[in-house]
């Protein structure tokens, strides 16, 4: 079992950062893969970035070269750091956990709003 807690959502404007924190519960947070989606008003629920357990890291193409994802593993905690905002970033963002091997993500935490102004 897997708690996710997320943090770092706000306003800012277009152009500008933030920094999304996901801080796990669990002994054995270094075996799962951690991801970010995001779901905006009126939209799907997306993917945007994710780290395997092995360290490997992957982007959907909209953010690649603007959003970085990072894991501490002694903190239990994975960072998106997002630059170079736009409008259409705005969304709740989610950070979702997966063990090694799985193909679904069965652990999901309560969402941070991000809010990118014009």
């Known amino acids: 079992q897997v708690q996710l807690v997320e943090s770092g959502g706000g306003l800012v404007q277009a152009g500008g950062s933030l920094r999304l924190s996901c801080a796990a519960s669990?002994?054995?947070?270094?075996?799962?893969?951690i991801g970010w989606f995001r779901q905006a008003p009126g939209k799907e629920r997306e993917f945007v970035a994710a780290s395997r357990s092995s360290g490997f890291t992957y982007y959907t193409d909209s953010v690649k070269g603007r959003f970085t994802i990072s894991r501490d593993n002694a903190k239990n905690t994975v960072y998106l750091q997002m630059n170079s905002l736009k409008p259409e970033d705005t969304a709740v963002y989610y950070c979702?956990?997966?063990?090694?091997?799985?193909?679904?993500?069965?652990?999901w935490g309560q969402g941070t709003q991000v809010t990118v102004s014009s």
């Open positions: 979702a956990a997966r063990y090694y091997g799985s193909n679904e993500w069965p652990y």
């Open positions: 669990g002994r054995t947070f270094s075996s799962y893969s």
